[in-house]
């Protein structure tokens, strides 16, 4: 029973990470897709505003994730670790250029190099979303074995992977674009509320089709798991799909109210599809359930009590770093009068 | 990266033990730099905002605004570089994780919390500036500064967890129960936790004052500069008595705890009675060559008496012994002598305060203030080669070796080399931005670094210009 409750608490961790991380990450595509210096200043100093005080917080659900993994599913972890061996370092790779590449961009001076370390956080910022999908691709595909000593790339280029990777990354564009969008509304800025409207459209379309296609191949490669995400998961599925559709429509109608909640629950209902449909099975193609690959009772129980002081104490942080950060009270020009003399 | 060196000892094993070591010794030996500033950089950045709000003084605020923007050039990096470990523990210790990822876990999941309150009151703390007042602003740094010690106790939980493995039980080789407050508080938490904790303020104190030092000996002696020294200098040199007490006995209790990475530590060749003790020298088949001896003094260090029993590394198998001897001890040595001639510069700066009521004038004591940061900086690193390659072969002492941890997976010479190179870059880059932000400093022209890249010119005239 406790087992459930920590899988229950790894799959939300992981939903929250998808939605707020997701939206980062997309963040750095939308800064790669902005064009030129000149037209692509308003959408960067947009996209700049919006990250700059809140990616370090939303980076951090990805480390509790990884260590409730680790803690709780000792053996899936290794398992997952020694297989997809090279794409979680690509990943890693990907979070360490990104973190970087966007910290030192907002310190140097001269256009160069501005454009050179923008170039490597928004190309980072790919590179992440898309090696975890298909790290996930590849467990879902049932690919992680037990008894495996080596990783190989037939286990994370299946069909299954490349199509989870390409959707991750439309999702973090899609959760981006939406997120921006509400920016964009609440600094009066409509240019850019507009142009995050029509990528935001686009960006629903592409990982709907996206989610078709992953669905499909899941056929395929791993059946239980479609049949578990087409029945037992499949309230969720239909709330996820519906939240899609209402907020696509809502976005050709020109509206943007509920948009944010309406695409949270969409991928948050996503996430805890593929949780639901995968149950009670920790790694797909092995005999590794909750049953016998949880840790210790003690330790389940620790892990239930750190998550409810997180409950406590991270939650309201985060209420309040969003509330002032959606006031504009964090503003990333921490120097302004500095040194102007008092008068 | 000087954790490095020890990758060239050779280790008979089928896994590539050796890389995996070195790639873990060269990313943490990298990230802890950054986590000692993420410690202790807010507890000096809030010294100085503290004095400037108490006092309306417009210079310590200029230091604390400035000093809060490097701070998050290095939390950044932290951030990221510590996440790279996260992934470490499973990409090269698969073995180790698989066994006792649910005990070791534990104090990670614990530093989870503080880590998302660190970084969520960084983000209103650093950028709160303009709009937050005074000490609404100063109060959001408070849990930065709190986190931080607590995450940074966590993660030593963990570590010396490694050292002193307890509170769970094993059967069929597997963990089957876990008591979570003795795998916290485990026999070597009591002096590893302080040890490191210090050790964080003296790296990031002696760090931050080194660069106003180097300034003061350039001439640049206004009220800025002496201010920006003397309140990380003062709390770190008020730190090293206690951290010299704590590693004194960190040291006495690793001679009983763990007695041969100690007897690697003194060159404790035979176990024995008036044991003698070596000042540098080097080990090599069984013999100190060179170095100075010093006779029962190892043994009067143990145990306050000179018939002390020490154990030596004749106690175990060769196969049971660390490698690499002779780094373990000149690490030792390096960071207990750093350790001790860190109590000069605060003894000079007592001095100078009962006498004048002012810094010391002295080119001497500026040049020695000068060199406190990298010395810290070095002291901390020689530390860490001795708890981590004294700790070898074993990664969960007795336990589990470290062969056993390491990764199945070949290959592991090119993620290395990778880390390496990307490592450097970022070293570079890293200090390179931090020099860029004090030449603009000194050049009077705060950052506004608000717009991305784009042409050279104002901010309103390019959004104005975009929307013409």
Redesign the interface.
């Known amino acids: 029973m406790i087992s459930e409750v920590v899988a229950a608490i790894l799959i939300t961790v992981l939903a929250i990470y998808a939605i707020f991380a997701g939206a980062d990450f997309g963040g750095g595509l939308w ?1 790669l897709l902005a064009g030129g ?2 037209r ?3 959408v ?2 947009l ?3 919006t990250i ?3 990616w ?2 939303n ?2 659900w ?3 994730a ?3 993994l ?3 599913f ?2 899936a ?6 297989i997809a ?1 090279l794409p ?2 690509l ?3 990907g ?2 250029l ?3 590449g ?8 001269g ?1 160069r190099w ?2 050179l370390l ?1 170039a490597i956080f928004a190309f980072s910022s790919l590179l992440t979303p898309f090696f975890m999908g298909t790290v996930v691709g590849c467990v879902a595909a049932g690919k992680v074995t037990l008894g495996g ?3 190989t790339l037939a286990a994370w280029t299946s069909p299954t992977s490349l199509l989870t990777g390409a959707l991750f990354v439309a999702v973090c564009g899609y959760m981006a674009a939406i997120f921006l969008i509400g920016e964009a509304a609440s600094r009066g800025d409509h ?1 850019n509320k507009r142009y995050f409207k029509r990528r935001a459209t686009l960006a629903s379309v592409l990982a709907g089709a996206l989610s078709l296609a992953t669905l499909a191949e899941l056929h395929h490669s791993n059946h239980a798991l479609y049949h578990g995400l087409t029945g037992r998961a499949l309230p969720l599925l239909i709330l996820g799909t519906a939240c899609g559709l209402v907020a696509l429509a809502l976005l050709t109608l020109g509206r943007s109210t509920a948009l944010r909640a309406l695409s949270g629950i969409g991928v948050a209902a996503v996430v805890w599809g593929w949780g639901v449909g995968q149950y009670p099975t920790l790694l797909p193609g092995t005999g590794l359930t909750l049953a016998n690959g949880s ?5 389940l129980v ?2 239930v009590a ?1 998550f409810a ?2 409950g406590l ?2 939650v309201p ?2 209420v ?2 969003f509330w ?2 959606g006031r ?12 102007q003399p ?1 008068t | 990266m000087m954790l490095l060196i020890h990758a060239s000892v050779p280790l008979a094993t089928a896994r590539e033990v050796v890389p995996a070591r070195a790639q873990m010794a060269s990313t943490l030996g990298f990230h802890i730099i950054l986590a000692c500033f993420g410690i202790a950089f807010p507890t000096i950045v809030l010294a100085a905002e503290y004095i400037g709000l108490k006092r309306s003084d417009e210079v310590a605020m200029t230091l604390a605004r400035r000093w809060s923007q490097a701070l998050g050039v290095l939390v950044a990096v932290g951030a990221v570089t510590g996440t790279v470990l996260s992934f470490e523990m499973g990409l090269l210790w698969p073995g180790l994780m698989r066994k006792y990822g649910p005990v070791i876990g534990l104090p990670f999941s614990v530093e989870g919390i503080f880590f998302f309150l660190e970084a969520i009151f960084t983000g209103i703390y650093l950028y709160g500036w303009r709009r937050l007042s005074g000490w609404a602003h100063f109060w959001s740094g408070i849990p930065v500064a709190v986190s931080g010690i607590f995450g940074a106790l966590s993660v030593m939980a963990a570590n010396s967890w490694m050292n002193q493995p307890g509170g769970f039980t094993i059967k069929a080789g597997r963990v089957v129960s876990v008591e979570p407050l003795n795998v916290f508080f485990n026999r070597a938490a009591a002096y590893e936790m302080p040890h490191m904790l210090l050790a964080a303020y003296l790296v990031a104190g002696f760090g931050v004052a080194s660069v106003y030092a180097v300034g003061f000996l350039r001439g640049r002696r206004d009220r800025y500069h002496r201010l920006g020294f003397a309140i990380p200098f003062v709390l770190a040199a008020a730190l090293t008595p206690v951290e010299f007490l704590v590693g004194d006995t960190a040291a006495r209790a690793i001679a009983s705890d763990q007695p041969v990475k100690f007897a690697a530590m003194e060159y404790v060749t035979h176990t024995t009675r008036d044991a003698p003790e070596y000042l540098g020298g080097v080990y090599a088949n069984g013999h100190v060559y060179g170095g100075l001896r010093i006779p029962d003094l190892d043994s009067l260090l143990v145990g306050f008496s000179t018939h002390t029993k020490v154990t030596g590394l004749d106690s175990v198998p060769a196969a049971d012994r660390p490698p690499v001897t002779w780094l373990i001890h000149l690490a030792f040595d390096v960071m207990a002598g750093l350790g001790s001639l860190s109590v000069i510069p605060l003894l000079w700066l007592l001095l100078a305060w009962w006498r004048r009521r002012a810094l010391p004038r002295h080119r001497w004591f500026w040049l020695l203030a000068a060199g406190a940061g990298p010395g810290a900086l070095v002291a901390m690193e020689a530390g860490w080669i001795v708890t981590e390659v004294g700790r070898q072969p074993w990664v969960v002492y007795k336990l589990m070796t470290t062969a056993q941890a390491a990764t199945t997976n070949q290959g592991v010479i090119a993620s290395l080399s990778a880390v390496i190179v990307l490592y450097a870059v970022l070293g570079v880059a890293t200090i390179l931005i931090l020099r860029l932000l004090a030449r603009h400093w000194r050049a009077g022209e705060e950052q506004d670094s608000a717009v991305p890249y784009g042409p050279p010119s104002t901010h309103a005239t390019a959004l104005g210009g975009e929307a013409a």
């Open positions: 800064d210096d000149h692509g200043r308003p960067r100093q996209i700049d505003e700059t005080p809140v370090e917080a980076h951090v990805l480390i509790f990884l260590v409730i680790w803690t709780a000792p053996v972890f290794a398992a997952v670790m020694t061996a979680l370092w990943a890693a790779l979070i360490v990104r973190g970087a966007f910290a030192f961009r907002k310190e140097v001076q256009l501005e454009r923008g000593q080596h990783s240019r840790a210790p009772h003690a330790t620790m892990i750190v002081a997180a104490l991270v942080g985060f309040l770093l002032l950060h504009q009270m964090l503003t990333p020009a921490p120097m302004q009068h500095a040194e008092r």
